[in-house]
């Protein structure tokens, strides 16, 4: 997509009432109350949209940019006592007292762009609109910095980061400055200690991250940072190509934060834009996105070439990529991921998680006659929709996968943590365990009581059941087919709608293994085994190539759970 295109996008949905663009709303399910379908008018897409008209430069661009950006800062919390200082509320619609909560995140996303104008446009806006937009700009730095995300926070310690720098170079601030060069350089040296970004594989961002480097690097002047800046970049590419998988022309799991299964058309073309190898998006895929704002209104770099050829061709076949993502005091509660890469398919997973809506823990892909990538996802929904306070734990083989799933007693429903009830008490009609495999001719079966097949093309992934418990009640495995779906789902409970207090449950045992096999390969014959290591622990082996063993709580328990005690005759 280019400018004209994106601005064509959004010249149609502007309002000169409101000197804002608008969009049928559609929310993530968090932070916003507005019903999905409300013709809304938000506030960073309107600044991408000013930001857009400001590039192509005519006058009658720049009149309609000053009264979007005008009506934008009036937005902003600029009162220094208050809890939401500096941030701007997603929607005109609903202010920031209506929010639930506000997104402190928005002094960053908003700032940045304001950084931006300010930095290659100002000398064509009126020199007062430029003045409010100076202070605006210092609202949101100063937020920024009395918020102090820390470097774990990967996009947003770099964004926010990148606007205390812009700040400090435009206005000028030299605390601000200061602060935002020890910040981003905080992110590098973090970022080094873990082995890689702690926001972890993810494809909406790591791009964020590479897109936000992309920008300051045109921006800021002073040079450590410049250095710094360029340093994540390299490493944001590193991430990308290690995980990238050719033949289906997708980001192979796990990743930590997606909002979408398959990569958009937007962030195939940069990076088929960026290495100049053709990427082409998945057909359900293609489209205008408002998201792809970032294609015309930062001026990209290339990829590094060094690593270029890893988006042609895998390196070799079978291929397996291990890395640890967030390091821990002790090693074995570190969080891994394991990828499993072969010519037409791959499958990745991370060594213990959540299972919030954004999570892919577990997923792979592979390329069949008629679809380009199939996605086989493993889930767990609560009514339906993905559950935050499920934990899953995964040991990873080549292609083969144990699985563990158990409940957490310090998470949300469907958003990580800002929707968790007050008492800890869920309502629910159902819990299910699902595989799911996602795209054209997506089928499954039974093979025999306890084992399943999900297939499509050349691949099948075939889900070995072990008798499981959902505390008081025993799971039951059946299988689910729908045109592009087919499941194999664990009922964990279905009835009339209750009160769960996990905390009451004394046996939480769900377990499973998955391969991921060419048609015509048999499966193993031995499915995985539970036994009791020690009171409320657990461990599930399965004896499969070298061996696979997952210990884990059989009652909730908090995020990372505490690991069991050593047995007496340990060795050691």
């Known amino acids: 997509m280019d400018l004209a295109t994106y601005l064509a996008h959004c010249d149609a949905r502007y309002s000169p009432d409101q000197h804002m663009v608008g969009v049928a709303w559609s929310g993530p399910g968090y932070h916003s109350t507005i019903p999905n379908g409300t013709w809304v008018h938000p506030t960073r ?14 006058e ?7 009264a979007i950006i005008d009506k934008v800062l009036s937005l902003q919390d600029t009162n220094p006592t208050s809890p939401t200082y500096g ?11 209506r929010m639930k909560p506000p997104d402190w995140n928005w002094a960053d996303f908003c700032g940045i762009r304001l950084a931006q104008m300010l930095a290659h446009h100002a000398g064509r806006l009126p020199e007062a609109l430029v003045g409010a937009m100076r202070a605006s700009l210092a609202h949101a730095a100063w937020s920024i910095f009395r918020r102090n995300v820390q470097p774990s926070y990967t996009n947003i310690a770099i964004m926010g980061a990148g606007v205390a720098l812009a700040a400090g170079e435009i206005l ?18 973090h970022t ?20 936000e480097c992309e920008r300051l690097l045109h921006m800021i002047q002073d040079q450590d940072a410049r250095a710094d800046l360029e340093s994540l970049r390299r490493t944001a590419w590193q991430t990308i190509a290690e995980h990238f998988h050719p033949a289906t022309g997708q980001w192979a799991g796990p990743h930590s934060r997606a909002y979408h299964d398959r990569l958009t058309a937007a962030q195939a073309a940069y990076l088929s834009s960026q290495t100049g190898v053709e990427i082409q998006p998945h057909p359900t895929m293609a489209g205008v996105e408002a998201e792809a704002a970032w294609l015309v209104t930062v001026d990209h770099l290339p990829c590094p070439p060094e690593w270029v050829p890893r988006f042609r061709a895998l390196p070799q076949d079978p291929l397996v990529v291990r890395q640890r993502f967030i390091r821990r005091e002790e090693e074995e509660r570190s969080t891994w991921g394991t990828t499993w890469f072969t010519r037409d398919a791959c499958l990745g997973t991370v060594n213990h998680d959540n299972l919030w809506v954004q999570r892919r823990p577990l997923i792979g892909y592979w390329r069949t006659p008629d679809d380009p990538a199939v996605i086989l996802r493993l ?21 083969t996968v144990l699985s563990v799933i158990s409940l957490l007693n310090d998470k949300g429903d469907f958003h990580d943590h800002l929707d968790r009830p007050g008492d800890g008490i869920f309502e629910a009609e159902e819990f299910r365990v699902r595989y799911e495999l996602s795209g054209v001719g997506a089928m499954v079966q039974p093979l025999d009581i306890d084992r399943f097949e999900l297939h499509a093309g050349g691949f099948r992934a075939v889900i070995h059941t072990v008798p ?3 505390g008081p009640y025993t799971l039951t495995w059946e299988i689910d087919q729908a045109e592009g779906r087919a499941c194999v789902d664990g009922i964990c409970y279905r009835g009339r709608r209750r009160r769960f207090n996990f905390a009451e449950f004394k046996n939480i045992t769900i377990v499973a293994g998955l391969e991921l096999l060419p048609v015509g390969k048999a499966p193993v014959k031995g499915a995985p085994k539970v036994s009791t290591i020690q009171p409320n622990w657990a461990q599930a082996t399965w004896s499969v190539g070298r061996g696979l063993a997952l210990a884990f709580p059989l009652q909730v ?15 050691e």
């Open 45 to 58: 897409e309107s600044l991408d949209y000013a930001l857009a008209l400001l590039r192509r430069g005519e």
């Open 60 to 66: 009658a661009d720049v009149q309609r940019a000053a």
């Open 87 to 97: 941030i701007w509320p997603w929607l005109l619609e609903e202010p920031l007292a």
């Open 172 to 189: 000028p601030s030299p605390r601000l400055l200061d602060y935002g060069r020890r910040r981003l350089h905080n992110v590098v040296t």
């Open 192 to 211: 080094a200690h873990h082995g890689g970004f702690n926001e972890y594989n993810s494809p909406t961002y790591t791009l964020v991250a590479l897109v």
């Open 379 to 399: 889930r767990f929904l609560r009514d339906g929709q993905d559950f935050a306070s499920a934990y899953l734990q995964n040991a990873q083989q080549a292609n």
């Open 468 to 470: 499981s418990n959902f």
């Open 557 to 571: 328990h908090r995020y990372l759970p505490a690991r069991p005690a050593p047995s007496n005759d340990d060795d």
